[in-house]
């Protein structure tokens, strides 16, 4: 079993940066595939950005050159780095693992709310 517990999120003004954190415990050497994921109110949970067992990454078009996902093994810790925030980021994020093997995320976070204004 994986706990993911979320921490770092806040209201800023458009323009600033936040750092997400998502810490794990629990059999964490099993997943190394993690992603982080956002749902505004009224709209449909997206994938933001997500990490592979080699480390490679990726992100939704709305967010690259703003946002990186970066993983510290040693620490089972994924986070999230946020620059140049918008309004449209305004929603609740949420961290996910998954075993790489299979494309389902199994564990997932309760979330941390951020909230920017124009």
């Known amino acids: 079993q994986v706990h993911l517990v979320e921490s770092g999120g806040g209201s800023v003004q458009a323009g600033r940066s936040l750092r997400l954190t998502c810490a794990a415990s629990g059999y964490t050497y099993s997943i190394r595939c993690m992603g982080w994921f956002r749902q505004a109110p009224g709209k449909e949970r997206e994938g933001v950005a997500y990490i592979y067992a080699d480390g490679s990454t990726s992100y939704t078009d709305s967010v690259k050159g703003r946002f990186t996902i970066s993983q510290d093994n040693a620490k089972s810790t994924l986070y999230l780095q946020m620059n140049s925030l918008k309004p449209e980021d305004t929603a609740m994020y949420y961290c996910?693992?998954?075993?790489?093997?299979?494309?389902?995320?199994?564990?997932w976070g309760q979330g941390t709310q951020v909230t920017v204004s124009s």
């Open positions: 996910a693992a998954r075993y790489c093997v299979t494309s389902q995320y199994n564990y």
